[in-house]
């Protein structure tokens, strides 16, 4: 399994940004895709994630309503639209993947680092005026 991110940068805040992971090595379709953000000195914790198969979407409340997540199936590549961004919004974005679902009944999963199955290198977004 590889994911490799790009498009990170730095932006002024209330700039825009879009992020790539593009995912090869598995059933592209078949699992959860997402992003988890480290901002310096803090923990990393999940920001966007997508089923794939089913289309069910997490966003960390933060960024609901500025990030947009959605997949490319033919080039097996998940995308992170950052709107409206903000300084908080810094830290390195790594690509993750879980195997299968992000709910087990009315658990939520992914937000959870011990079901992450594969991680990204990470790209670094910095906002910043």
């Known amino acids: 399994v590889q994911l490799v991110e790009s498009g990170g940068g730095v932006v002024q805040p209330g700039g825009s940004l879009r992020l790539a992971c593009e995912a090869s090595g598995f059933t592209f379709d078949e699992h959860s895709i997402g992003w988890f953000r480290q901002a310096p000195g803090k923990e990393r914790k999940a920001v966007s994630f997508?089923?794939?198969?089913?289309?069910?979407?997490f966003y960390e409340d933060s960024v609901k309503g500025r990030f947009t997540i959605s997949s490319d199936n033919v080039k097996k590549t998940v995308y992170l639209q950052m709107s409206d961004l903000r300084p908080e919004d810094t830290g390195v974005y790594y690509c993750?993947?879980?195997?299968?679902?992000?709910?087990?009944?009315?658990?939520?999963?992914?937000?959870?680092?011990?079901?992450?199955?594969?991680w990204g290198i990470g790209t670094l977004v910095t906002v910043s005026s």
């Open positions: 997508l089923d794939i198969r089913d289309r069910n979407t």
């Open positions: 993750a993947m879980k195997f299968g679902r992000m709910w087990d009944r009315s658990t939520l999963l992914i937000t959870s680092l011990k079901f992450i199955e594969h």
